[in-house]
Nanobody
Framework: QVQLVESGGGLVQPGGSLRLSCTGSGNSHNFFAMGWFRQAPGKQRELVAAITITGYTNYADSVKGRFTISRDKDKNTVHLQMNSLNPEDTAVYYC???????????????WGQGTQVTVSS
């Protein structure tokens, strides 16, 4: 059983920054890959970024150069540093983990409850 606790969402002005964090518990093999998805109202859930325990990363084209994913060594914790936020980044952000990068990138691993990020003036 995987449990994920997310934190760091909130309201920020355009151009601002937020840092999301997600800490998980459960069998360690389920945390080989960790990542973040987001879902905006009326849109499909999409991959934002993912990282493996070896440090391999994936980013959506829309966030490259603005968002940085990282994970704490030897801990089941992943962070998403979001800079230069714009209103199009408004969404519920979900932590997502799995035993392989493919499972995480394809969204078939384990999910957190989600945290709201709102970018608005």
């Amino acid at each position: 059983q995987v449990q994920l606790v997310e934190s760091g969402g909130g309201l920020v002005q355009p151009g601002g920054s937020l840092r999301l964090s997600c800490t998980g518990s459960g069998n360690s093999h389920n945390f080989f890959a960790m990542g973040w998805f987001r879902q905006a109202p009326g849109k499909q859930r999409e991959l934002v970024a993912a990282i493996t325990i070896t440090g391999y990363t994936n980013y959506a084209d829309s966030v490259k150069g603005r968002f940085t994913i990282s994970r704490d060594k030897d801990k089941n914790t992943v962070h998403l540093q979001m800079n230069s936020l714009n209103p199009e980044d408004t969404a519920v952000y979900y932590c997502h983990v799995g035993p392989t990068r493919t499972e995480v990138v394809n969204g078939v691993g384990s999910w957190g409850q989600g945290t709201q990020v709102t970018v608005s003036s």
